[in-house]
């Protein structure tokens, strides 16, 4: 490894220190393995970041769950000020007028108001008053983090579920697949490949950047193999599969591109241990031509054969 000093750097902010055998600093789906605690309640909450970041189906559901708190506290005020203050009521029971008043409530966090039941008196009149206005800040908030949502660049970047050591040429490389599944277009993508790895007799771990066969590609309509060759220049020349694990080698790749549909950068990341590198295959071609037009199997992105190593 000594030959690509140039392009070997202590660390690149995911941590020197070797914590464990086998140790993955970045997940599959490309979220980073480490876990910051004893931070102070108050610096910890983010409330934006949360409510952008979670799923679909938690957001609404807080969203739901937040509606009918607030309708319920606020009937329970109007029922504390007395159903009577509000204008055309006809529950009779105390659940009946509890309701009432918890659909007076959604109309008015609404502001809607279908002018059946009104407020009467100064009591009831700055209640409904309060929630009005609360309610027109609440729901410009949910507009702007559903807007933030579907704004938000995202990719669906597929990576193949294992890595190769294939024949490149007269010598090897090392290769992995990748896919953009969605209809979307993704122009002037670019990937990088890190590399990880345990030095010998050591807890610390040296980080080197791989040189590709093509690291950029305009367009990115079809599936693309990344190459490293692995030739006298490469980190990982002369090395075993067996070397790969006693070094605990993590590869990590990064894809940046310009997605046209939003007109933002998206970024997508994944890693590779020893065992997920396949040794001797190499990945099956899955495009065909069929009426005037190509088509790619995405599905098959895993699909390899055995092939004889340089």
């Not at 490894?1 to 789906?29: I, T, V, W, Y």
């Not at 992995?176 to 890190?194: D, G, H, I, T």
């Not at 590869?251 to 997605?259: E, G, R, S, Y």
Request: charged share 25%; aromatic share 14%; glycine share 6%.
């Amino acid at each position: 490894m000594a030959k690509q000093k140039k392009d070997k750097f202590n660390d690149f902010g995911l941590g020197e220190k070797s914590s464990s055998e086998g140790f993955r600093a970045l997940n599959k789906d490309g979220s980073f393995n480490i876990e910051k605690i004893n931070i102070p309640f108050f610096e910890r909450l983010s409330f934006f970041h949360s409510l952008v970041t979670m799923s679909w189906s938690k957001f609404f559901l807080l969203i739901l769950v937040g509606y009918f708190i607030v309708n319920t506290f606020f009937a329970l005020i109007y029922g504390f000020i007395g159903i009577e203050n509000l204008t055309h009521t006809e529950g009779l029971s105390p659940f009946e007028q509890f309701m009432e008043a918890f659909f007076f409530s959604a109309q008015t966090v609404t502001t809607l108001g279908y002018g059946r039941v009104a407020p009467i008196g100064l009591p009831a009149n700055i209640v409904a008053a309060i929630e009005s206005m609360l309610g027109l800040l609440s729901f410009a908030l949910a507009t702007g983090l559903l807007y933030g949502r579907f704004s938000k660049p995202q990719s669906k970047i597929r990576y193949s579920n294992k890595a190769i050591i294939a024949p490149y040429k007269d010598i090897n490389g090392f290769m992995f697949r990748v896919v953009n599944p969605q209809k979307n277009e993704l122009l002037e993508v670019e990937v990088n490949v890190s590399i990880s790895a345990k030095r010998d007799n050591s807890d610390l771990r040296d980080f080197y950047v791989l040189d590709l066969e093509r690291s950029s590609v305009r367009f990115f309509p079809s599936m693309w193999t990344v190459v490293h060759p692995i030739d006298d220049s490469s980190p990982l020349f002369g090395l075993t599969e067996e070397d790969f694990f006693k070094k605990d080698f993590e590869f990590i790749a990064m894809l940046k591109a310009f997605d046209e549909s939003s007109g933002q950068m998206v970024y997508s990341r994944s890693s590779y241990k020893p065992s997920e590198i396949a040794w001797g295959q190499k990945f099956i071609y899955v495009a065909k031509r069929e009426n005037g037009k190509t088509l790619v199997d995405v599905s098959r992105i895993n699909e390899c054969e055995k092939a004889e190593l340089n």
